[in-house]
């Protein structure tokens, strides 16, 4: 079992800047692809990043990109996203997943519990 707890959220203006984490325990957290997802209320969930289990590949959403980067540092079992000109819209949710391929990141595998990001106008 793999244990995903994510921190780093909360209220921030339109064009600031947040850096999410996501701890990772319980199996070997190098051998996992990781992403971050985001839901927003009454809304679906949404891709937002991914990165490969060596991080030597990276995938972002079309309405993040060029604004976060997704990053991971496996001696210590975490993952970032930092989130830079954020806008109102990504205001959400923000879970951290992980699975074994990125072809299946997603749909089955491990998920946190959430942390909130608030961006006002």
């Known amino acids: 079992q793999v244990q995903l707890v994510e921190s780093g959220g909360g209220l921030v203006q339109a064009g600031g800047s947040l850096r999410l984490s996501c701890a990772a325990s319980?199996?070997?957290?190098?051998?996992?692809?990781m992403g971050w997802f985001r839901q927003a209320p009454g809304k679906e969930r949404e891709f937002v990043a991914a990165?490969?289990?060596?991080?030597?590949?990276?995938y972002y959403a079309d309405s993040v990109k060029g604004r976060f980067t997704i990053s991971r540092d496996n001696a210590k079992n975490t993952v970032y996203l930092q989130m830079n000109s954020l806008k109102p819209e990504d205001t959400a949710v923000y879970y951290c997943?992980?699975?074994?391929?990125?072809?299946?990141?997603?749909?089955?595998?491990?998920w946190g519990q959430g942390t909130q990001v608030t961006v006002s106008s």
């Open positions: 990165i490969s289990w060596s991080g030597g590949s990276t």
């Open positions: 319980g199996r070997t957290f190098s051998s996992y692809a």
């Open positions: 997943a992980a699975d074994l391929s990125l072809a299946s990141l997603g749909t089955v595998g491990y």
